[in-house]
């Protein structure tokens, strides 16, 4: 997902600092490359407050500046695995890695969205319209699934190539009377004018799990080192019981990483679904449901195979490992 916070050099600098600092002395530290994204708060806080010291690892969170450059550290064996969105993992496999996600993170819930004039009232008024969006993005993604539960496809309306960035200005002026944005640019044009212009048409509220971050390792890692795959997993879970049972010191915490207040980042976390224990597993199951990568995955597969940035879409059981998590979440 190509979409995250833009910090600068030194702020990437002291953030860097501030998540190695603490961290404890072991013998092999596990490189795990990251960006700034409110959805790995849970990673955030297990390494500020060390929660991956009961686990015997040493945990090194290394930000990015481009989430785009994360697949090939991991190929490189640069960092040992990373967090990505499920669509850049569909990608890389489709052109012969070995990368498997081992857990799902978080998805979006409302943070991206198609916002349109509010003489748009359904999805299929978007027929013959133009419709702003950044292609091969989840905006791309969210929109062509909005589109397929109308019977719709890209033909059907006019793309106008655009950053999500953009859209509010572009919607404001009065030439855009449709695009597809995240947060916070999706509130600042439905807030437009009282709130009377712009209305969300369609969100990833709609589609659950559509947007996914995962937590990927290459598939020779996961068999060679499962302890630290484990401590990984656990320490997402035992980060996000932390943000439940203490929601504003991990606010506080999740804030210095971010760059933002507490309160901004409660804002932000009202976007991400970061899924509880019980729920890990879905998205490895055989179901009709958005939150499966058997929906997902073939979704976001035919559109970058129609766009002709793979050749074939990957068998959706190639794209992860859950060897490790279900034998986890069985005790």
Known sequence: MLRRLVVTAVRFFAVALALTAAAPAFAAPIKIGTVIWIGYGPYYVADALNLFKKSGVDVTLQVFTDPALIPPAIESGAVAGGMLTYDQVIGMVAKGSTQRVVMPIDYSNGGDAIVTSTSVTKVTDLKGKKVAFNPLSPSDFLLSYALKTASLTEKDIQPINMTPEAIPAAMASGSLLAGVTYEPSVSQIVGMDGGKKFHVLFSTKNAPGLITDVLVFKQAYIKSNPKEVRALIQGYIDGLDYMKKNPDEAAKIIGK??????????????????????????????????????????????????????????????????????AMLKK
Do not use: C, H, M
Request: no cysteine.
């Open 257 to 326: 990483v971010l760059g933002v207040s507490a309160a901004e980042v409660k804002e932000q976390l009202d976007g991400v679904y970061n899924l509880p224990p019980g729920e890990l597993l879905n998205v490895f199951a055989k179901t009709q449901d958005t939150v499966s990568f058997f929906v997902s995955g073939e979704l976001i597969g035919g559109i970058l195979k129609n766009k002709r940035q793979i050749a074939a879409v990957p068998k959706i059981e190639d794209t992860f490992d859950d060897s490790v998590i279900k």
